[in-house]
């Protein structure tokens, strides 16, 4: 069992940065796979980045390809997105989500199922 708390978002100009973490519980969090998602008001939860227990193996969505990057502290339990160049269309509600079976390795990392634990998700709001 592992929970998740992602903190880090806030209101925020187009073209400005943030970056958000997510703190885990747990011994094991260094053998699992992190992913971030965003849900945006009236839209399904999306994919945005992934990384391996590692970081050696990272995956992201086209949309944010070049401006987010994901990344993660073992030693601090905690899994980071930096976002670059961000753009009204980022406004969303983060979630940080982890996967204890490593199913990266598979390419089942996008999707919702691919995830068994789950934060309460921060706000990000970029105003234009």
């Known amino acids: 069992q592992v929970q998740l708390v992602e903190s880090g978002g806030r209101l925020v100009q187009a073209g400005g940065s943030l970056r958000l973490s997510c703190a885990a519980s747990g011994r094991t969090f260094s053998r699992y796979t992190m992913g971030w998602f965003r849900q945006a008001p009236g839209k399904e939860r999306e994919f945005v980045a992934v990384?391996?227990?590692?970081?050696?193996?990272?995956y992201y969505a086209d949309s944010v390809k070049g401006r987010f990057t994901i990344s993660r502290d073992n030693a601090k339990n905690t899994v980071y997105l930096q976002m670059n160049s961000l753009k009204p269309e980022d406004t969303a509600v983060y979630y940080c989500?982890?996967?204890?079976?490593?199913?990266?390795?598979?390419?089942?990392?996008?999707?919702?199922?691919?995830?068994?634990?789950w934060g309460q998700g921060t706000q990000v709001t970029v105003s234009s």
């Open positions: 990384i391996n227990w590692s970081g050696s193996i990272t």
């Open positions: 989500a982890a996967d204890p079976r490593s199913r990266i390795y598979s390419g089942s990392y996008y999707s919702l199922y691919d995830y068994d634990y």
